[in-house]
């Protein structure tokens, strides 16, 4: 299936390289729009790129911990719309799954592309269903289903809502830069109730936990400046929810910044970049691709400061073949200044090994 994936990632560079017969236009992202769910839960295909994000932390009977991430991108190429065959890329979809699991020592991961249409691959409209093949993200009213397998593990979630949604930004208006034009509309949904089953190397487990959901969507995201960025998304122990992201430049340093965080009783409160701060306490390196990730932190949002420490070092997810991107996202845990728990939730890493390209 991996030659599979680099034909179609080859083939989808191939297209994008081709002039197209018109133009596409892409909607542009405004502060004053109004995000509805389930409608907005679903594909919004006129715009450019847009993702649905599925991480958690999962317990099984016997005590097990595992980390997890189900992940579906969509791409709108906006190559040769115009030309009526069926064959024609209108949408391209990605898909990576991926399990941490301490005894393995590294992250068990897949991935699968597709160009959407003939029923093997779709991103509805109007509520969450997207697939590739066998793999699927859906929704039935507040309650979400996942289920992705690779050779090395299958995965069978069920997740519940139990808290309305995180609109990042103002309003769910998220902004990457100086500039307003690049942007976002993202939300999030923390705190998901989640059931279900992980299988490795013939060995099933029977799990529960938190989970953490993010639906993103963009016509034009990062500026030239941009290189990568860092996030985290923690479920915290209070039941309040935080999410932290930073845009770092090519100096590796922090170019933009973001946050919202949600404390029970309290009104969810946005943060802004000078807000935030971000200190790399440890750093691992890759011995497959040579690259060097920050994977323990010290962030501080607000007069609040967090420490996150990584489940295990290798969590680097290398996605070339599909996506064409090499990024570390993995399970971490939370303390506060005095080193007590606080949180479990998962953290994202992007453009150490070469500027992130969306």
């Not at 995000?35 to 099984?60: A, N």
């Not at 440890?282 to 967090?306: A, C, D, L």
Request: negative net charge.
């Amino acid at each position: 299936m991996r030659g599979v994936a680099q034909a179609l990632l080859a083939l989808l560079l191939v297209v994008n390289a081709m002039p197209s017969v018109a133009d596409a236009e892409f909607p542009a992202v405004v502060p004053d729009y109004s995000i509805e769910l389930p409608r907005d839960e679903g594909s919004h295909p006129q715009f450019r790129t847009e993702w649905w994000y599925l991480t958690g932390w999962l317990e099984s009977e016997s005590g097990e911990a595992f980390g997890f991430q189900v992940t579906f991108f969509r791409n709108r190429p906006g190559v040769d719309e115009d030309n009526p065959s069926r064959f024609v890329a209108r949408q391209v979809l990605f898909a990576h799954a991926a399990v941490s699991d301490q005894r393995q020592g590294a992250l068990m991961r897949g991935e699968k592309s597709a160009r959407a249409g003939f029923g093997l691959a779709e991103a509805a409209e109007g509520s969450l269903a997207v697939k590739i093949d066998n793999w699927s993200l859906r929704q039935e009213g507040g309650r979400y289903f996942a289920v992705a397998s690779t050779s090395e593990f299958a995965l069978q979630l069920e997740c519940d809502r139990t808290q309305p949604p995180l609109l990042n930004g103002k309003n769910g208006f998220s902004q990457k830069g100086p500039q307003p034009q690049f942007a976002s509309y993202y939300y999030s949904l923390p705190q998901l109730r989640t059931s279900g089953r992980i299988a490795i190397g013939g060995r099933e487990h029977r799990v529960q936990g938190v989970a953490w959901f993010d639906h993103e969507w963009s016509s034009s995201m990062f500026d030239e400046h941009a290189r990568g960025w860092d996030w985290i998304g923690l479920n915290l122990d209070d039941g309040g929810a935080l999410m932290v992201q930073r845009i770092r430049d090519a100096a590796g340093q922090q170019y933009w910044g973001a946050a919202t965080l949600r404390e029970p009783g309290l009104p969810d409160r946005a943060h802004a970049p000078d807000e935030i701060a971000w200190s790399a306490l440890r750093r691992w390196r890759s011995s497959r691709t040579g690259v060097t990730y920050p994977v323990e932190w010290k962030i501080t949002v607000g007069g609040r400061t967090i420490l996150l420490r990584p489940l295990l070092d290798d969590q680097e997810n290398d996605a070339r073949a599909s996506t064409g991107t090499l990024y570390w996202e993995g399970a971490v845990r939370a303390f506060d200044e005095r080193g007590v728990a606080i949180g479990r939730g998962y953290l994202e890493l992007t453009g150490y090994g070469e500027r992130l390209k969306l």
